[in-house]
């Protein structure tokens, strides 16, 4: 593992040998002691399969919840009411298994996923492309969008190496050797993944439509800094669960940035339309992260082991 790690892949009668540069191999964190599975999708895309040496860690035992406690009142309902009665939903469907298997097997290709490493991992990444971003567009500076192009190759390869094989075990061992704990931390990563890879696209291509125009207006990077600071408050509770009532508050933080946004995109120029259209997307993945935090409220919290200690926000 000094230059590359090789593996041959199987496909019919012919083997394909492959080579996994340096790069890749320390980006996975992968060890010697690790075995590598490439699999050859029907895309032409191979997806790398990490088998690391420790076992899975259960979550608790399952726990049964007898029907839904959210009541409402005779009011109308608001946006965040409603998102909240869809999280209370899907904590009890996740937590209504009459048993769980007591024997869990060494399906390791998920541990990386239980754990919470990854998603610190992921939401720093996210942050360090927001914080690069905004100096660019401050300064105009084009190491700082390679640096965000740079970002966005690493976490391409988080997500394209990983997702589709951890979906498939997912819905292969839903009932057989995952408790609802753990059934939630897999399915909050998997979309954790998701949306974290379309933010860094999203600001990947507003450094890139930035740096076509040559130009970039004073709206554009205080837009942008109201989004990085409302992404660090609310990434912290992506990590460790927070209460209803901060996630309720950054909900209307959310709501309250994107109003101003809409108001304040009438003064640019036609020119800026893309950049627009990315900021919006931004928006609205910032608010699935909002449901992410509902969701993290049910899950069974876990040992969290990182480099980076991202810190429960405190209200």
Known sequence: ????????VSVGKRSLAIIIPKKWVSLLKIKKSDNVILRLNRDGSITIHILHREPIKRGDPCKNINGLQTNFSSKPIGDFDRLLFKEDLVSSILNSSNECDGEVSNNVAITSYIDNTHRSYVLDLVEEAFEKLYRYLLYLDNKDAEEIHEIEYRMDLIYYSSIREVADELIRDLFNELDSGEITNLMIN?????????????IDRISWRINEMKISSNEIPSIIKEILDLFSEVSGCVVYPCGERDIKEYFNSLSGIRSGFRSRINS???IYSLVIAEIENILNNIESLVEISLMNRFRVSGKRIGSRERSRPSR
Not at 1 to 8: L, N, P, Y
Not at 192 to 202: A, F, G, N, R
Request: proline letters at 4%.
């Open 268 to 270: 640019l120029p036609q």
């Open 1 to 8: 593992m000094r230059i590359a790690t090789r593996h041959v």
């Open 190 to 202: 998997i979309i954790l993944t998701k949306i974290s890879e379309d933010l860094i696209d999203s």
